[in-house]
T-cell receptor, first 114, second 115 residues
């Protein structure tokens, strides 16, 4: 079936460096993607989303890039801070009209070293 | 707004016991969902509701029941707890907006252990 997955399960960076978290998807018809951040012991928190008619979207210190040719998206975090340490998930609505259902990737654990 | 609240935060059950996980939201969101999160499995959808009186099954519904008598509340019932239901459970809600955005608001989670 269709799935959303991640290339790297863990990522360790130094404080101040930029972080890049990757996500691959298999459904070429997917038209919307979301990134969530989950801190230890908390529920996921929305970070940023992107539609398939866009290649790039920027937020505060975060940028999401979408490459539809290779079905890949990435989340870039600029000047990574200790507070960015968390698990990051990409997600997409389940196709078939049920856009209230999301399929989540397994997540990447980002650790920021001081 | 309190957002999405869940109770209890922690629960230990014996195999065969039943219980209800509570979820409430004060944002007047039409859509509510229950997910379970297991190590290495990501979040998996158990049940969801698109409005009061309407519920449907998600990816892993077996062993769970839900009801949606009001917009605010969406309880999840474990009928006869099994060790395989040991997990962290998250409730989420979002507005019904045609074409998105599909941002869901998640509760803090309930950590359930079944022995």
């Amino acid at each position: 079936g269709e799935s959303v997955g991640l290339h790297l399960p863990t990522l360790s960076v130094q404080e101040g460096d930029n972080s890049i978290i990757n996500c691959a998807y298999s459904n070429s018809a997917s038209d919307y993607f979301i990134w969530y951040k989950q801190e230890s012991g908390k529920g996921p928190q929305f970070i940023i989303d992107i539609r398939s008619n866009m290649d790039k979207r920027q937020g505060q210190r975060v940028t999401v890039l979408l490459n539809k040719t290779v079905k890949h998206l990435s989340l870039q975090i600029a000047a990574t801070q200790p507070g960015d340490s968390a698990v990051y998930f990409c997600a997409e609505p389940v196709s078939g009209g049920s856009n209230y259902k999301l399929t989540f990737g397994k997540g990447t654990l980002l650790t920021v070293n001081p | 707004n309190a957002g999405v609240t869940q109770t209890p935060k922690f629960q230990v059950l014996k195999t065969g016991q039943s219980m209800t996980l509570q979820c409430a939201q004060d944002m007047n969101h039409e859509y509510m969902s229950w997910y379970r999160q297991d190590p290495g499995m990501g979040l998996r959808l158990i049940h969801y509701s698109v409005g009061a009186g309407i519920t449907d099954q998600g990816e892993v519904p077996n062993g769970y029941n839900v009801s949606r008598s009001t917009t605010e509340d969406f309880p999840l019932r474990l009928l006869s707890a099994a060790p395989s239901q040991t997990s962290v459970y998250f409730c989420a809600s979002r507005r019904r907006i045609a074409g998105g955005p599909y941002e869901q608001y998640f509760g803090p989670g309930t950590r359930l252990t079944v022995t």
